[in-house]
């Protein structure tokens, strides 16, 4: 992938309001790809003391939003089917990662996994977006394909 498009998106990752608030971090990106952070806080705890699903929803959209715009062209999410699997413990490194599994001229679907710092698996994802014809608006010169 072509380093501006990389550098681009890192960088707006790094400023959305959403992201910083969640603590998300993207610390990968490739076509098609992307892989997020986040620490499971006290303030992400649902009424059970386990991590809300809500923050686990958050941490795959965040990867999905990454892998499925780095072709340097605009993505929108038209669904997301989510298995929550288990909770972390409190505290825990939480990591999503997006893999594209298949790119059309007009749609591309993704496997998304979330796990925790010691490998469980806590939700897995299958995720749909809809390409536009149009370059993310914050490049210069997109690497479209």
Do not use: W
Request: charged share 20%; with cysteine; hydrophobic share 45%.
């Amino acid at each position: 992938m072509e380093q501006s498009v990389r550098d681009a998106i890192l960088k707006k990752v790094s400023e959305e309001p959403f992201a910083l608030m969640l603590g998300l971090q993207c610390v990968q990106i490739g076509k098609g790809y992307a892989k997020v952070e986040m620490p499971f806080t006290a303030g992400l705890q649902n009424m059970f003391g386990m991590a809300h699903g809500g923050a686990i929803f958050s941490l795959l959209d965040a990867a999905f939003e990454v892998a499925s715009n780095s072709h340097g062209t605009m993505a929108v999410a038209l669904n997301m089917n989510i298995n929550y699997l288990a909770s972390p413990a409190p505290g825990a490194r939480l990591t999503a990662e997006a893999a594209e599994i298949n790119k059309t001229r007009k749609t591309a679907t993704y496997d998304i996994r979330a796990t925790d710092d010691t490998g469980k698996l806590l939700a897995t994802c299958q995720a749909l977006v809809y390409r536009l014809d149009k370059p993310l608006p914050f490049l210069s010169s997109p690497d479209v394909s």
